[in-house]
């Protein structure tokens, strides 16, 4: 075996986005793609080199060729040991945990999260810091920075390790330990919550449908609500994770899982549901006939923190991002702890959650998590709504609806306008920001402003300052518009346009909320002239 120094020449396109570095598999799979960015990561983290490193991935197509890549590129670099997931797997959430648990400098996770898979699919390549969060936006740019002048990259010439048997084996100079990876974070979540209480529940005749989109999320559901839990074999659906997802999309919203949706409004639904994305760090929430928004959920936690173990004592405070609605602000307000606005993107409430300033954090975007790991965590979500169920025993529709009455509703929508040309999701939100300065105090398309930025956040704990983070329109009625491109995707732009309103009166509380939200809609569109700039007549995916 034989450390190998290839030259190579820099690509201009690495630069992390929202969650990483993510592209097509195609883009990923030219010569050296791959390998740039690894060494990439290595150059900005030199303490990586006699450390630890956490290695996983989604299951997705082409992980099981790039973790070994990975795996060589990373004895080559002088790492001191790996801990890799049996067969390259590590959920989202489980990769986070493992970082913490053993003091690693850091994690490599091989996801695109839920962006589909395949060979025509997205890939994606992510690096968390040792508090198991995201890397914060310093250490991207120094990725970017690194892969712009990169002139070679070192790999070993080894064969492939064997990723099929748990233990121990040696990569040069390096220790490589294949663990179990559900083992420990099925542990960590019997300490958070409840389980006799759901098993009690559960064995009450309740019944729960658990969706992995045929995605990693499957073996950790199987072995905390089948295994553990007694949940009926079967409740998990769609649990062998596969390359490509099975050809579907493996977002856990509405739109992408309409079967499920259609299970939970028939006769027959189970009494509560959860699906997860590709990397299991999202959920989407079901009960008999209803859909939980991810806003509202996340202030229904906050709301019943209490009767989860892991809050027994309360809560410090809660974060949202900016486009996320403001239910749980709401909540926050009346129970006295407080709320902050970040950014789009888990990373900024890690050290919200470093400093014990929060304990919940979610977002609009299907994520849910709390200080136990320093990522969402789709699973966890879903335990703690059946930890809630298990204490309140009332449907979910009926603790939702009780929510609504107690604090009022945060009416919430989402408006996607995908695969835009680039340029033309630029010009919509040129044109809000255009705007900005003459809005507030004004009637605008018949509805008064009240407030009207772009969204810029310092941080509390550092100081860091991150602007033009999306445009907020709030009206005096209570109801907002916010508006920002997605850091997501892999091809043109997707423009989202965030609809909330606000409806104190329970006489209102039971219209769809598309009816509700119908005058902002039009207020919003009309606002980023987004017709005349997209030729949109409507949005493409509406959740
Ligand atoms: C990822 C991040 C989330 C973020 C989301 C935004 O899932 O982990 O924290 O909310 O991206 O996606 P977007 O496509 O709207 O940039
Ligand atoms: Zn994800």
């Known amino acids: 075996m034989a450390v190998l120094r290839f030259a190579t020449t820099p690509f201009l396109d690495q630069k992390p986005g929202t969650s990483g570095l993510r592209k097509k598999v195609t883009t990923f799979s030219q010569p050296h793609y791959l390998e740039n960015f690894v060494q990439a990561i290595f150059n900005a983290v030199p303490a990586l080199k006699g450390g630890l490193l956490v290695v996983g991935g989604d299951g997705r197509y082409f992980n099981d060729g790039a973790i070994q890549t990975l795996l060589r590129m990373a004895a080559a670099n002088g790492v001191g040991k790996v801990i890799v997931g049996r067969h ?5 959430p489980a990769a986070s945990l493992l970082i913490r648990r053993h003091g690693a400098v850091g994690g490599i996770i091989l996801s695109a999260s839920h962006n589909p898979g395949g060979p025509e699919g997205d890939f994606g390549i992510k690096f968390n810091a040792a508090n198991g969060g995201p890397a914060p936006e310093r250490l991207t740019e120094a990725m970017h920075a690194a892969s712009q002048v990169l002139q070679c990259f070192y790999c070993c010439d080894n064969q492939d390790i064997d990723l099929g048997s748990l233990g121990r084996s040696q990569l040069e100079t390096m220790q490589v330990e294949v663990i179990d990876p559900v083992a420990d974070y099925a542990g960590l979540m019997q300490t958070l919550v409840d389980f006799d209480a759901i098993r009690d529940w559960l064995r009450a005749g309740h019944r729960v449908r658990l ?3 045929h995605a990693v999320g499957g073996p950790y559901a199987v072995k905390l609500f089948e295994d553990l839990l007694g949940a009926t074999l079967g409740s998990v659906r769609n649990a062998a994770p596969q390359a490509d997802f099975a050809g579907e999309h493996p977002d856990p919203n509405p739109v ?18 959860a699906a997860f994305d590709g990397d299991a760090d999202r959920n989407m929430i079901l009960g008999r006939g209803c859909v939980v928004t991810p806003s509202d959920s996340l202030a229904i936690l906050a709301a019943n923190a209490r009767t989860l173990p892991q809050f027994r004592d309360g809560l410090p405070g809660v974060a949202r991002s900016m486009p996320t609605s403001r239910a749980v602000d709401a909540v926050a307000a009346r129970l006295g702890f407080d709320c902050y606005e970040t950014p789009t993107g888990w990373k900024y409430f890690g050290n919200l959650l470093d400093a014990g300033r929060i304990a919940l954090c979610g977002e609009e975007s299907y994520g849910t998590g709390a200080s136990h790991v320093r990522e969402k965590d789709g699973i966890w979500a879903a335990l703690a709504w059946l930890n809630l169920l298990a204490v309140r025993r009332q449907p979910v529709a009926e603790i939702v609806r009780e929510h609504w009455a107690s604090y009022g509703r945060h009416c919430y929508s989402r408006h996607d306008y995908e695969g835009l040309p680039l ?17 507030p105090g004004q009637m605008v398309h018949g509805l008064q402003v009240s407030l009207a930025d772009d969204f810029s956040y310092t941080d509390p704990v550092d100081g860091t300052v991150s602007g033009q983070q999306g445009i907020r329109v709030a009206l005096a009625d209570g109801s907002r518009a916010v508006f920002r491109l997605s850091g997501t995707g892999t091809e043109g732009a997707t423009l989202r346009v965030y609809l909330e309103r606000y409806l104190a009166d329970v006489a209102q509380h039971a219209q769809p909320a598309q009816a509700a939200l119908a005058e902002v809609a039009r207020f919003a569109a009309q606002l980023g002239e987004i017709e005349a700039h997209t030729g949109r007549v409507r949005a493409d995916v509406v959740t």
Request: charged letters at 10%; glycine letters at 14%; aromatic letters at 2%.
């Open 423 to 439: 340029a033309a999701g630029e010009a919509v939100m040129a044109t809000l920001r255009g705007k900005l300065a003459a809005l």
């Open 211 to 213: 969706d992995a989109l």
């Open 88 to 92: 390259g797997l590590l959920s989202t």
């Open 256 to 273: 992408h899982c309409a079967g499920l949706v259609a299970h939970m409004m028939g006769a027959g639904a189970a009494d509560f549901a």
